[in-house]
């Protein structure tokens, strides 16, 4: 069973910052990806960025403004957004890829997700 909690969301205005969290605990073998995707009203589920063995990749729409972190020895992702853009509203969910047992095929999992509104 894994289970991810994830903080942070908030209200804040056009041009400010937010932090959000997310901590993956439970039995598994491995963690192979941490990220953030988000979904706005009407809109489809989008990647924002993700940490994997291969290093960090960035939406083109986050890039310079969102800065994604991984501690892998507490299996934790943080993503520091900033001058956010009220186009940046959205239910923000932390996604993890794990090997829940040696020898086994990837799982993926999404958080509860937790709301960013950017608005004045």
């Known amino acids: 069973q894994v289970h991810l909690v994830e903080s942070g969301g908030d209200l804040v205005q056009p041009g400010g910052s937010l932090r959000l969290s997310c901590a993956a605990s439970?039995?598994?073998?491995?963690?192979?990806?941490m990220g953030w995707y988000r979904q706005a009203p009407g809109k489809e589920r989008e990647l924002c960025a993700v940490?994997?063995?291969?290093?960090?990749n960035y939406a083109d729409t986050v890039k310079g403004r969102f800065t994604i972190s991984r501690d892998t020895a507490k299996n934790t992702v943080n993503l520091q957004m900033n001058s956010l853009k009220p186009e940046d509203t959205a239910v923000y969910y932390c996604n993890v890829v794990i090997r829940i047992q040696y020898g086994m095929g990837l799982s993926i999992y999404w958080g509860q997700g937790t709301q960013v509104t950017v608005s004045s």
């Open positions: 439970g039995s598994f073998y491995s963690i192979n990806a």
């Open positions: 940490s994997s063995g291969g290093g960090t």
